[in-house]
């Protein structure tokens, strides 16, 4: 046949010629498929079979892709990362996470990480556009010659694949969802490069033991990061996205040997390692660890302060915004100190424990049903565990008279010994190993908490809310709210100071009166036994007098009073006498932070946790310590002088009555209330506190640079004994946390601010002398005392002297007299509701 040119104008024309060639093609199509049409039946069968094939396909893929999602979610998909909590040092400290997820880059997996999963799951992965057809049309075999068993099929799927499923998809069993993966793997090939498409694939994948991504699933099995591992090590990851919960478990050792070793024999047959590197891995053991060393610092209760304040400020979960704490993959900065936390750790649970020391076994921590011998599941499943020495926590599985056993969460069983009577099968208790059996030890009734505080900054650098987190969340730090006693009283002296008094202002230690009420009349409240008589202001705070304390409060105005307590933070208390003495509620953390701002100069840091927050970007996205630096990115010098930071905090208090009570309150520790802390040769200021019954006894104090608070008492507040004070429980458990982390505390003498005068004053007098120096003894008739400007004292006659020996002696007889009286003077409602030392 010839064929029939266009004219030679139109051939110029490479649109009038391609028209041409498509006319001609088509038309010599249809005139060919008309004439085989009418010539066969079976063609016409056929035409017509392919053609509701081709209908019903194109009607398949639209209905299967008109719900796929876009593959391009996943050039700017954000992987849920934990949040990552690091110290005041830097140093990683903790982790909130479900998951085990670690996000690496693609330049930091080793080569032959990558050819392990290469050679185990898509070998022509760099090849393909998505799909492997071969290995589809496989796994369509195996799919058709299982169907109806139950078992479930080769998967069939290449590395892209398994990214759209574990991404965008989903883990459904069904054909459905196969063809949709296939779509799907088509558009990311379009969309991403091949090493994006790994990188998402090698930070996704599910690997077991909670693991998603192979830098996680490489801390699970081997507690190495992915640069450390062996090649046998890297084959073993290689077989976990078949089985992720299979092989890492005890009993299939064998099972995944066998495939590990499949995963080396593949790696060779495609050139990825030589015979000789094959056979050295394939002789190695697994090499599974069943512990991973925990990256982090015991101090729960800090952890879930720091935790609790994330997810106020940034929420929980991924719903709630793109920096939340379980996926959002921040970075938190803290001013814990892990030494300064163990510490604190340590000295509490001292304290704790020596109070408890020869009182009856406290009872069991909880109870579990252990009948139905479900025991073990049901102790590993609940939150309770315990970090000191050897104990463990485990439950008594039976009791017969003087034999029992104890078991553990492992379903580990031991004898039982040092039986408490209450004892009884289903308590969960703590036991420490002795011989070949477990002893029942107690944990302490009583609670208490200890936090440690910055005074300049209010940075938290160490929180014990309690004997060990794990038995009990309850921060006591920073939730329970109790009376704190004489802890009070340097902010009631504060208010006495501005209203005009001095350290040397003479106070009536004699007794109280107040006038209860039409129907009462006037009640009147004797000082304590040998302190009667006229006092310095000084020796009221140092001593803990509460008839002088209470002189002061109404002298200044409780209204005033109660204003200086709420500036200082402490909290809203009501204009009562009691409130002098502690009679209101409060919490450790806000007295620590008061105490600091006595520290401060008057200035108040409220406390802090959180130093900064960034996002996985490494961007601040917050940050505690507001203040601007104006100039501090110029971009060059401008000859002024270097910019500075503001001060922080609030004026809550007078700088110079701040420095007054603080100098007072060193007098509570050379001779006063906390001589158990004198030994320390530190600058130290502070105060005890114990509330009536005694209820509570506290310990504030510490030096101008650190404050550490600590208080004990029972959860349901109840009488801890009359020998429990505050001087003699909670000080030394402040002293013992300074004994271990001494370097940290500074000997550096206090600071005054601009506007104190420092005298030399006779300490029982208050006056002022100008003959004679302190000395180092407390005990110095002269020392150096702060005064406001012209209000310093007289000076200190003689005839001062006679008159105060006069009043010791007529105090001793008075004591005398008082001893030998047989009525009880009952003290009024607000002595027993207020602090006693």
């Not at 010599?28 to 081709?54: E, P, Q, T, V, Y």
């Not at 996205?241 to 066998?258: D, H, I, M, N, S």
């Not at 100039?631 to 701040?658: H, I, S």
Request: with cysteine; charged share 25%; aromatic share 8%.
């Amino acid at each position: 046949m010839t064929e029939t040119l266009p004219p030679p104008e139109d051939r110029q024309t490479t649109w009038a010629y391609l028209r041409y060639r498509v006319n001609r093609d088509v038309g010599g199509a249809l005139a060919w498929f008309r004439a085989r049409w009418r010539a066969s039946r079976l063609f016409r069968i056929l035409a017509i079979g392919f053609g509701l094939a081709l209908a019903l396909w194109i009607a398949l893929f639209v209905w299967l892709a008109s719900d796929l999602p876009e593959a391009e979610a996943l050039l700017t998909y954000e992987t849920p990362l934990p949040t990552v909590v690091r110290g005041i040092d830097g140093e990683i400290v903790h982790s909130y996470a479900r998951e085990r997820r670690v996000q690496l880059q693609y330049a930091d997996f080793p080569q032959k990480l990558i050819e392990a999963y290469l050679a185990a799951e898509d070998k022509t992965f760099f090849s393909h556009g998505g799909v492997d057809f071969l290995g589809t049309a496989n796994a369509v075999f195996d799919y058709a010659r299982k169907a109806g068993t139950g078992e479930r099929a080769v998967g069939g799927s290449t590395i892209t694949q398994q990214v759209a499923k574990n991404l965008l998809l989903g883990d459904e069993y069904s054909v459905t969802r196969k063809l949709k993966e296939m779509i799907l793997a088509g558009r990311i090939e379009q969309v991403l490069t091949k090493q994006e498409i790994l990188e998402l694939y090698l930070n996704e994948i599910p690997l077991g033991r909670r693991s998603f991504g192979v830098q996680a699933a490489a801390r699970a099995y081997f507690d190495k990061d992915v640069d450390q591992l062996q090649l046998h090590e890297m084959a073993f990851l290689a077989i976990l996205p078949k089985a992720p919960e299979r092989y890492g478990r005890k009993g299939q050792e064998q099972a995944a040997l066998e495939r590990r070793n499949f995963v080396l024999n593949q790696m060779e047959a495609n050139g990825f390692i030589t015979g000789s590197q094959r056979r050295a891995a394939a002789a190695k053991p697994l090499g599974l660890v069943t512990q991973r060393r925990e990256r982090s610092v015991d101090a729960g209760y800090f952890l879930e302060e720091v935790r609790r304040e994330l997810i106020e400020r940034f929420g929980e979960t991924a719903e709630d915004g793109p920096n939340s704490v379980y996926a959002g993959g921040l970075w938190v900065r803290t001013s814990l100190d892990p030494q300064m936390q163990l510490a604190a750790r340590d000295a509490l649970r001292e304290g704790l424990l020596r109070y408890q020391g020869g009182r009856a076994w406290a009872g069991p921590i909880a109870t579990l049903e252990v009948e139905d011998g479900q025991w073990a599941s049901r102790l590993q499943s609940s939150p309770l565990g315990i970090s000191y020495k050897d104990w463990r926590v485990g439950v008594v599985t039976r009791r017969s008279g003087p034999n029992a056993r104890i078991g553990f969460a492992n379903g580990d069983e031991a004898p039982l010994i040092g039986l408490p009577d209450r004892l009884k099968a289903g308590d969960v208790i703590a036991a420490a190993p002795v011989g070949n059996a477990w002893a029942v030890r107690t944990i302490p009734e009583a609670q208490g908490a200890l936090v440690v505080e910055q005074a300049q900054s209010g940075r938290v650098m160490a929180m014990q809310g309690g004997f060990d987190h794990r038995l009990s969340d309850f921060n006591r730090a920073t939730q329970a709210m109790r009376q704190p006693g004489s802890t009070i009283k340097p902010f009631v002296y504060a208010a006495g100071l501005d209203s005009g008094m001095t350290p040397s202002t003479q106070i009536d230690n004699s007794r109280f009166c107040f006038f209860q009420g039409a129907g009462l009349g006037e009640k009147c409240i004797r000082g304590g036994r040998g302190a009667g008589g006229q006092h310095p202001m000084r020796y009221g705070l140092e001593q803990s007098q509460n008839i002088m304390t209470v002189q002061i409060g109404m002298t200044a105005g409780m209204n005033n009073v109660v204003r200086e307590i709420e500036r200082v933070g402490i909290g809203k208390f009501p204009a009562y006498p009691s409130t002098a003495l502690g009679a209101g509620e409060t919490t450790l953390i806000k007295m620590v932070a008061a105490y600091g701002a006595l520290a401060n100069h008057g200035r108040l840091n409220p406390p802090t946790v959180i130093d900064y927050v960034q996002d996985r970007r490494g961007k601040v996205v917050w940050r505690a310590d507001q203040r601007e630096c104006r100039g501090c990115n110029m971009a060059a010098w401008d000859g002024k002088p270097m910019p500075r930071f503001g001060v922080r905090g609030t004026q809550a208090m007078d700088p110079r009555t701040a420095f007054q009570v603080m100098h007072m309150l060193r007098g509570a520790v050379s001779r006063g209330t906390a001589t158990v802390l004198n030994s320390l040769n530190l600058p130290l200021f502070g105060k005890t506190g114990t509330t009536t019954g005694p209820k509570d006894v506290w310990f504030i104090g510490g030096t101008q640079a650190m404050i550490a608070g600590a208080y004990l008492g029972f959860d349901q507040p109840r009488d801890m004994g009359g020998y429990a004070y505050g001087g003699t429980i909670s000080a030394p458990i402040v002293k013992s946390l300074i004994e271990k982390t001494r370097a940290k505390w500074s000997d550096l003498p206090p600071v005054a601010p601009t506007g104190v005068r420092m005298v030399r004053v006779d300490r029982r007098s208050g006056k002022r002398v100008f003959e004679g120096w302190p000395t180092e003894d407390p005990k110095s008739a002269i020392i150096w005392e702060a005064f406001k400007p012209d209000t310093e004292p007289e000076r200190y006659t003689r005839q001062d002297a006679i008159a105060a020996k006069r009043n010791e002696i007529l105090a001793l007889i008075r004591a005398g007299r008082q001893s030998a009286e047989s009525a009880v003077v009952k003290e009024p409602e607000f002595l027993e509701e207020g602090g006693i030392d």
